[in-house]
Structures are given as structure tokens and as C-alpha cells.
Nanobody
């Protein structure tokens, strides 16, 4: 019943900005952790950033200082503000939500939104 829907992707020039949004539906509980992964052509999916219900955040080194993750817990919505975008940021960005960190924790994924950084 849980569904994650991303929005906000698109084409942007290097140095530009985009704001991604992800809304999770189908549950009345806030996910322990929500975040964003991305997958570039020919590469494996990688974690970009995530945020816990308590507000603790983590970013992959390549986006630190440029991306900001935030969330609205009451609606299980997570955002990713992307600034100073680079061509290497081009990828499909996937929203992820976890019920916990234990092995038995549930893990949900969105269908992805394309981000293309090009002149």
C-alpha cells in the first residue's frame, strides 16, 4: 500500500538548481529514515543523502555543501535542494524510505525522476 512519488526533476544548466520532492502515501506512521539515491548511466545506484525523523542528515562527499535534504515528517515528505549542479550529477534520482535500520526493516522505493545537467 505504501507508495513513494518523486517530482521536480528536469533539465538544468551547470551551476543551476533543482528541488526534488518525494511524498510517501499509504501509512500513518513517519518513516525512520528517508533519503535519495541516484543512478547514472552505466553505474550502480548510490546513496546521495538521507535524513532521519529526528533530523540527522548524511550526504555523500560529492554533494556536500551543494545539496540539502529536509523533510516534513507529518506527511512523510522529503525534499532535496540541489545547488551548483554539475554534469556528473546527471542521473535518475530515487526516493527511499525505511521503517528502521534492522535487517527486518521495510524498505520502499519511488520510481525515480530524471535529473540532467547539461549546457
Amino acid at each position: 500500500q505504501v507508495q513513494l512519488v518523486e517530482s521536480g526533476g528536469g533539465l538544468v544548466q551547470p551551476g543551476g538548481s533543482l528541488r526534488l520532492s518525494c511524498e510517501a502515501s499509504g501509512t500513518s506512521y513517519s518513516f525512520f529514515r528517508m533519503g535519495w539515491y541516484r543512478q547514472a548511466p552505466g553505474k550502480q545506484r548510490e546513496l546521495v543523502a538521507h535524513i532521519t525523523t529526528g533530523g540527522r542528515t548524511m550526504y555523500v562527499d560529492s554533494v556536500k555543501g551543494r545539496f540539502t535534504i529536509s523533510r516534513y515528517n507529518a506527511e512523510n515528505t522529503v525534499f532535496l535542494e540541489m545547488n551548483s549542479l554539475k554534469p556528473e550529477d546527471t542521473a535518475v534520482y530515487y526516493c527511499n524510505a525505511k521503517t528502521g535500520l534492522a535487517m527486518e526493516a521495510r524498505d520502499y522505493w519511488g520510481q525515480g525522476t530524471q535529473v540532467t545537467v547539461s549546457s
